[in-house]
């Protein structure tokens, strides 16, 4: 279980960001302590990589405080950080082996072994191997100076399962050593990984918790019937937010006598269900009350 | 009508990028393929619309004219406004006069596209740019209906509403294809295609892929010595192989003390985990 006595390794109050007229991040706080896998959720846009870069000390706050590893961030505090940006940051004309010596050298870390399977491609360069090894590298590199926070940033986008499981288990060996990760992800499946997930909506923190927590009471409804297309155009002439799920439908964020009633004008026979919702159509509700409150 | 290919082979150089995959779409249907860097998704999706011609095997596939394809990443240019995109593809599919009045405001109002229709493709969300993208794909009504990773690097609040556009479309009646690296993508599809290396390791409806996960699942406190273990959240789970090694059966009690491997249902992930650690050990 995470240690939450001792002090956060990230620790976020109040912190504000404005662009121009645009509040990127808006009073924000967050914890990360050591030992945990901390998940940044939220649509694009809502603030994610703009905390990030507070954190690792590429952008100043307007308002509030950041602190990483106990001091304000810095480059000092930067070498204890091991960073997996969105591009993976690698140098695609040098090989594999020079992308490691190079991270190292920066750091004043000895050059990592490579793994099995990567070490067969030691003298490629980046640019001619796949994105799935790429990854793998990118994470060897980030890992070569025992950093204690991980900072990734949508870490396994474009990977197969196997391959995510594989860094999946690289991210939590790390926390089990005592390392704090946080980790930004569109991939819902990614969101039992964490810990803790905190949603960003437009700026803010909205909601903080495991995904049962995030999810609530935003319920969904399913309509199993033989007449799918039928179903389907009742609903999304009602203006439902109807979407297709195998030969089923389904509808997010309605109350299931909203859905009943739809139906019943055209007429359609089904097996209707409340069923919880996904994450993602828990984000979609999170969102819709944001824009509500914005109006 | 049905379309989709049987048997297909493609080769690029020495690279056997498709290697005997069958596919059926049909009318009112989302196939999802499923598969990381290099399965060979988007050979796969351009054999079927006509871009690279098959080394073996058959493609069904309506006229190009009655087909629709959204490249992966591509698929609006980027120097064209929203409005000037919407008429080029219109132009080249023959959309024209109230017809294509009727489409245009009928893609603004599903994307809100219309306040942004003097932007630059360029200067559109990700999100923005994948919707145009689809609704470029689509503005013909095609009959089948091709799209590379639509929501790859999209937020998941734009991912809904592809995905919304995406089962109007199938309601229309277009056979669907689209590729995905998502499985919670895939389990709402109506077929399955897991694809590892370009061949098939995984096909059939989502209950169908599950039902089909070679050797057996199974819940580990810890690690065990020559099982292959992967985490779910805090959770450890492990694959034993349709054959495996003595001693490996779930209820035989030799695991390491306090890591009694328990079996349990698995979901697509560990389907599609437990098929390629299975192909795996086969190739090796």
């Not at chain 2, 054999?47 to 591509?74: I, K, N, S, W």
């Not at chain 2, 609704?135 to 590379?148: I, K, Q, S, Y």
């Not at chain 2, 690690?223 to 192989?241: A, D, V, Y």
């Amino acid at each position: 279980m995470p240690e939450t006595t001792t002090l956060p390794l990230v620790q976020v109050r109040g912190a504000t960001r404005r662009f121009g007229d645009v509040l990127a991040v808006d009073d924000v706080d967050l914890d990360v302590h050591a030992g945990e896998v901390v998940g940044l959720l939220g649509a694009n846009g809502a603030g994610k990589t703009t905390l990030l870069r507070m954190l690792l000390g590429l952008l100043p706050v307007d308002a509030g405080e950041v602190a990483v590893l106990g001091h304000a961030p810095s480059r000092d505090v930067r070498r204890r950080i091991g960073y997996v940006p969105q591009n993976l940051g690698l140098y695609q004309d040098l090989t594999v082996e020079q992308n490691l010596e190079f991270v190292a050298g920066c750091y004043d870390a000895p050059v990592p072994p490579l793994p099995p399977g990567l070490a067969a491609l030691a003298h490629r360069t980046v640019a001619s191997i796949g994105l799935g090894w790429q990854r793998r590298l990118a994470f060897v590199a980030a890992l070569a100076h025992s950093p204690e926070l991980l900072v990734l940033d949508e870490p396994t986008s474009g990977v197969d399962p196997l391959a995510r499981a594989r860094l999946w288990d690289t991210v939590r060996h790390q926390a089990e050593q005592g390392a704090g990760v946080l980790i930004t992800t569109h991939y819902m499946q990614e969101a039992e990984q964490c810990d803790r997930l905190v949603l960003m909506v437009d700026g803010r923190a909205v909601a903080s918790g495991d995904e049962a927590t995030l999810i609530g009471t935003t319920r969904a409804v399913q309509v199993r019937t033989d007449r799918w297309q039928d179903a389907f155009a009742a609903l999304a002439d009602a203006n439902l937010p109807v979407v297709l799920d195998g030969t089923a439908v389904r509808v997010a964020d309605t109350p299931e006598p909203t859905v009943r009633a739809a139906l019943a004008t055209a007429d359609v026979t089904a097996e209707i269900a409340e069923v919880p919702a996904t994450l993602e159509e828990a984000m979609a509700a999170y969102a819709k009350t944001g824009i509500a409150k914005a109006q | 009508m049905t379309w989709g290919v049987e048997g297909l082979v493609v080769r690029l150089g020495a690279t056997r990028a498709v290697d005997g995959v069958d596919l059926v779409a049909e009318p009112g249907r989302v196939v999802a393929v499923v598969g990381g860097d290099g399965a060979g998704k988007t050979t796969l999706l351009r054999a079927l619309v006509g871009g690279v011609r098959p080394t073996a095997g058959q493609v069904r596939a309506p006229e190009r004219c009655r087909t629709g394809f959204m490249p992966t990443a591509a698929g609006v240019w980027r120097d064209l406004t929203v409005d000037q995109n919407i008429d080029f593809v219109a132009a080249a599919y023959g959309v024209t006069g109230p017809l294509l009045d009727r489409r245009r405001a009928a893609l603004f109002e599903v994307t809100g596209l219309g306040a942004a229709r003097s932007r630059l493709g360029s200067q559109l969300s990700g999100g923005m740019r994948q919707k145009l993208a689809f609704g470029l794909a689509t503005l013909h009504r095609p009959e089948l209906l091709v799209l590379d990773e639509p929501t790859t690097g999209v937020d998941p609040l734009s991912r809904g509403d592809l995905w919304r556009m995406i089962s109007r479309s199938a309601y229309d009646g277009a056979a669907v294809v689209l590729s995905t690296t998502y499985l919670d993508e895939a389990e709402r599809a109506a077929h399955v295609l897991v694809l590892a290396d370009g061949r098939p390791l995984l096909a059939g409806t989502p209950t169908e892929v599950v039902r089909a996960t070679p050797g057996t699942v199974v819940r580990l406190d810890g690690e065990m010595p020559g099982i292959t273990t992967w985490r779910r959240g805090h959770e450890r789970h492990g694959w034993l192989p349709p054959d495996g090694p003595a001693g490996t059966s779930t209820d035989s009690g030799q695991g390491v003390a306090g890591v009694l491997p328990t079996k349990v249902e698995p979901d697509l992930e560990d389907a599609v985990i437990a098929a390629s650690l299975a192909r795996e050990a086969v190739d090796a």
